[in-house]
Structures are given as structure tokens and as C-alpha cells.
């Protein structure tokens, strides 16, 4: 029967059918038309890297997929097969877009997720990316995206621009400590993970001029578990490699699941859910400063007029640069290698046009950058000192000022030095 089989993208919607419609799921088992090793990667990801083969392919000596990769984490096995290494890959998606027989694919927690969101007996988070607008429709609010969260099984949904607000505050008091004189720099710590492995990785030199400071994901699945701590919490956004930040291991402690738009859009496909038609459910407490992180040049932006707010006199004032898209990252980085400094706080993303643009999102990147843009402008704090609801916050996390955000903190802070081996 091995002329019947299925193809993975079958398999996927088979098995998430399943998930979704509460079927046996062992009776995959006695079926003779999928791929044992497919079927294992949907079942049980965490046993696989976050690339996987769905099958042959005879790309030659030299495959595209190889040479595209900047962390030397994809090549040829013994067996001539395409092999991924686990500890070498950050998700950055470039193979798979490189791939030219579409062979690679990223690896979808869905199926693990759905399970554990059906059985788990405390609160269930949903944690959205500021890049979330407009993903599911120009006419999707955040609170009928929360409302059609709620219908496949979360208690709520938080949105991860009230914790990009604090991670602004953070960056900014770095700023204002770290900062002082003419040759200072300081590069942002925060929102994408490709950028800081790059930086731990292959610029290493680096390091000491990142903040230790957590991204806004890991801040909000920590802040929940601090209130909630047996809350089980599920980011969901843009990125494939926020799949590889989730399990680190100094921050595996903070999500739980990692999902994209685009898993998250099947499962709206398969319950037939309608965002658009959903109910209102309101509850936007983040500024303008954190819903503007998902584009390129919005931390930047968000941590200029927050340090500007903070310390209004300061006599060496910010000036930023940014780069969005792997080379464009590497060539400003060679630049600061190079003695060229033309700035003083640094702020690069993997993906073209930043978080709006990456891998899993639903809408070009010009459009989510429109969308992302709109919705900060709406938000009736310029800045996240301007926020009752981030003061708030921190006061219920044990912060009685938001200068103590700079003191050791197990909720924010990270140490790039430790990791960047």
C-alpha cells in the first residue's frame, strides 16, 4: 500500500482532525497509509529538532538548504539523507524557504498542545505576539480573537505587548546606567531570538554589550506562572524559532508551548471559528511602545521616547540603527566589529520588515507593519511609563519602583554572559 500514502500535509489535518474532535488517537497505530516517522514528529516533537524531512530529495552534492544555513546545523547524513542538528539550529526557516523540493518543514507543537489544553486541570493562557493584528482579518480585535481563543479551550488571553512595555523600561534604565560617554553602545536584548543567536553564537565578542534581560515571551509566561503557578501557559506568534527560545534552559520554565499564526489559523479552519464574528471581549492595557516591537525600528522607537520620559536632561542623548533581515544584521554587526559606530543603541531582527515578517505569519509584512503601526497609534499610552496598567503590574510581581527592574530579578533578567557558549 505504499502507493496510497499519505502525504504529511494530509497527515497533519488527519491527525489534528482527531486531536480537535476528541478521536482515538491510537488508532493511527493500525493504519497502514501514513509515515511512522511523520506521524512520530506530530505526535511528539520534543523528540525532533525543529526542521523536519518529509521526505527524499536528490538536491546533489551541495543542496541549497546547506549552504543557506548560518548556523551550519543542516547537512548531508551517512545515508545521503538530509540530516538537522538539534543544538545547532536556532528556526530561522531559512532551509526551508531555501529547500527546492519542499521536502522541510517546521516543526508544529499543535497536536501536543490541543492535548495537554484539553486535560490540564488549572488556568489555560494564551500569550499572542504584538504581531497578532490583522493576522486573522482586518476586522480580528483583540477581543474577539480572545473570544475565539476561549471557544478552542484557553481561560484567557494575554497580550504580549503589556510585557514588551516592561522589557522597554528595562532597556531603557540599562540604557540610562550603561550609557556614558561618546563610545558607549548598548544592542537590544529583546523580541528576536535569531538576533540574539547570532550574537551568542557566532559574534560572541558582543555579549557584554546585550542587557540580561528575558524577551517579552518568556516575561509573560513567567509573570502568569508567578500568579498563577500552575497555570499552563502558550505563546502564540510569528516565529518558528521561539520553538528553540521556549526550551532553553535557563527559561524553559516560562512557556510551555510554542505555536504559530498559521497553527493556530488550522485550528480555526478545522472548528470552523470565525475571529471576525466572534464577541467582544476588551481588555488592551499595553501602550504604544510595546505594540509597535512586532516592526522593525519599534524597539528602537519605544525605548528613545521612554528614555526620554525617564531622564528628559540626559546629556548623551540615544541614537539608534537598526537591520532587519539576516544579512542586513550581519553587515551591521561587521560594521561595530569594524570600529564603525554610528550609534549608540543597536536593534536588529532576523526576518525582513521585523516580527510581521516572519516565517508563520498569515499577511505580508507591509501589511502587518500598517496594522501593527494603527494599533499602537489607538493606544492611549505613548509610553510605558505613561501606563497605569504596567505600574500596576509590577506592583503585583513585588516591584515597588520601576528603578528595581534593574536589581536581580528571577521574572526579566537573564545572563547572555553565561550563555554564550
Known amino acids: 500500500l505504499r502507493w496510497n500514502m499519505k502525504t504529511f500535509e494530509e497527515l497533519y489535518y488527519e491527525v489534528l482532525m482527531r486531536a ?22 506530530l505526535l511528539h516533537p520534543e523528540k525532533h529538532p525543529l526542521v523536519w524531512r518529509t521526505g527524499d530529495c536528490d538536491c546533489g552534492d551541495d543542496p541549497n538548504c546547506v549552504k543557506a544555513c548560518l548556523f551550519h546545523a543542516i547537512r548531508p547524513g551517512k545515508s545521503g539523507k538530509i540530516e538537522v542538528d538539534e543544538e545547532k539550529c536556532e528556526g530561522c526557516s531559512i532551509c526551508i524557504e531555501e529547500c527546492l523540493e519542499h521536502k522541510l518543514t517546521g516543526s508544529k507543537d499543535i497536536i501536543p498542545a490541543l492535548l495537554a489544553i484539553r486535560s490540564h486541570k488549572g488556568l489555560v493562557y494564551a500569550l499572542v505576539a504584538p504581531a ?27 497580550e504580549v505587548a503589556l510585557f514588551a512595555d516592561i522589557l522597554t523600561l528595562k532597556e531603557a534604565l540599562e540604557f540610562d546606567r550603561n550609557i556614558q560617554t561618546e563610545t558607549d553602545y548598548q544592542l537590544t536584548s529583546c523580541c528576536c531570538p535569531m538576533w540574539i543567536a547570532m550574537i551568542r553564537k557566532i559574534y560572541s565578542d558582543l555579549v557584554p554589550h546585550v542587557p540580561p534581560s528575558v524577551s517579552p515571551m ?17 505563546f502564540i506568534g510569528p516565529c518558528l524559532a521561539k520553538k528553540k527560545e521556549a526550551k532553553e534552559p535557563d527559561i524553559v520554565d516560562a512557556v510551555d508551548y510554542v505555536l504559530t499564526f498559521q497553527e493556530m489559523q488550522d485550528v480555526f479552519e478545522i472548528m470552523e471559528i470565525d475571529p471576525s464574528k466572534m464577541d467582544e471581549s476588551e481588555k488592551d492595557h499595553s501602550s504604544r511602545g510595546g505594540r509597535i516591537y512586532a516592526h522593525t525600528g519599534g524597539v528602537s522607537e519605544a525605548v528613545s521616547s521612554t528614555l526620554q ?27 561595530i566589529l569594524e570600529d564603525k559606530i554610528t550609534a549608540n543603541f543597536y536593534e536588529g531582527m532576523g526576518c525582513v520588515g521585523g516580527c510581521v515578517g516572519g516565517p508563520r505569519v498569515l499577511i505580508p509584512h507591509e501589511e502587518g507593519r500598517r496594522n501593527v503601526e494603527d494599533y499602537g497609534n489607538s493606544s492611549p499610552y505613548p509610553t510605558p511609563i505613561d501606563n497605569p496598567y504596567v505600574i500596576e503590574l509590577l506592583h503585583r510581581l513585588g516591584f515597588d519602583t520601576i528603578e528595581s527592574l534593574l536589581e536581580d530579578s528571577d521574572i526579566f533578567t537573564r545572563d547572555f554572559l553565561l550563555q554564550k557558549n
Open 20 to 41: 480537535l474532535k476528541d478521536k482515538d488517537m491510537g488508532l493511527l497505530e493500525k493504519m497502514d497509509y501514513y509515515d511512522t516517522h511523520q506521524l512520530d514528529c
Open 218 to 234: 518568556i516575561a509573560s509566561g513567567r509573570a502568569v506562572k508567578s500568579m498563577h503557578p500552575d497555570a499552563l501557559t502558550v
Open 309 to 335: 520620559r525617564i531622564n528628559p536632561n540626559r546629556k548623551i542623548s540615544i541614537h539608534t540603527r537598526q537591520a532587519h533581515g539576516v544579512p542586513a544584521c550581519k553587515a551591521m554587526i561587521n560594521d
Open 132 to 158: 497578532f493584528l490583522g493576522q486573522y482579518g482586518n476586522k480580528v480585535t483583540p477581543g474577539k480573537l480572545r473570544t475565539a481563543l476561549k471557544m478552542v479551550g484557553f481561560d484567557g488571553m494575554v
